[in-house]
């Protein structure tokens, strides 16, 4: 998979969050996006999704341009607080979400919960869940499916260093089976460590990329 952005500019109430930006993405790499708060990142994450459309530019998948209302094919993703129905289980959840497409069986679901280091057969209610455990189920929500494009947006808060490692795991074998890996991030060494290319934002531009210092 290939993805691109050809001077995407997103404008929302007269501000302009997107600026001409122009990037392209290629699979089985981890692409580090790095900036302050405001300078763009969660709006990037968006665009590659599908979430929001272009005031100017446009998002192409393979050479074929994103419509509006529609959504890259193979895409997980985790982007601020992710939400899920209070009084079911985990796993309750993931199995109705992965009723959606169809892609993911019980036993796949099951596995991309152990794998964030949550019990599939814990049945307490999401409700009950602590910051990290929920941070972790939408970890395990955004790469059941194997996606091909995979954006999260600060994916290691709230996470204990066991909790990071284990996610770093995650990210590398996504990288290892060809998907595109798109982080947004402050400050973790740890994560940053994974970047086969970092993109810094300010005010919505592009305004720096350098070759990441993969481990």
């Known amino acids: 998979m290939q993805v691109q952005l050809k001077d995407y500019t997103k404008v929302i109430q007269n501000t302009t969050v997107l600026d001409r930006v122009n990037l392209a993405l290629e699979s089985g790499r981890i692409y580090g996006v790095k900036g302050k708060n405001g300078s763009g990142k969660t709006m990037l994450l968006r665009a590659l999704a599908g979430l929001i459309y272009p005031t100017a530019g446009e998002v192409l998948i393979d050479g074929v341009p994103l419509k509006k209302g529609f959504f890259p094919p ?16 985990g796993l309750s959840n993931l199995l109705e979400i992965a009723e959606i497409k169809g892609e993911a069986s019980p036993k796949t679901v099951a596995r991309a919960l152990s794998a964030v280091g949550l019990d599939p057969s814990d049945r307490r209610p999401v409700r009950k869940y602590s910051l990290g455990m929920r941070q972790r189920l939408g970890i395990a929500c955004a790469v059941m499916e194997r996606p091909k494009l995979l954006l999260l947006d600060e994916p290691v808060n709230a996470l204990d260093p ?21 982080i947004a991030c402050h400050d973790s060494e740890e994560v940053e460590g994974l970047f086969d290319e970092r993109i810094d934002l300010a005010a919505g531009k592009i305004i720096g990329k350098q070759t990441g210092s993969r481990r």
């Open 162 to 182: 066991a909790g990071v490692q284990m996610t770093c795991r995650i990210f590398e074998d996504a990288r290892a089976h060809g998907s595109i890996v798109v």
């Open 74 to 89: 193979s895409v997980g993703v985790l982007i601020e607080t992710p939400s899920f129905v209070p009084n079911r289980s």
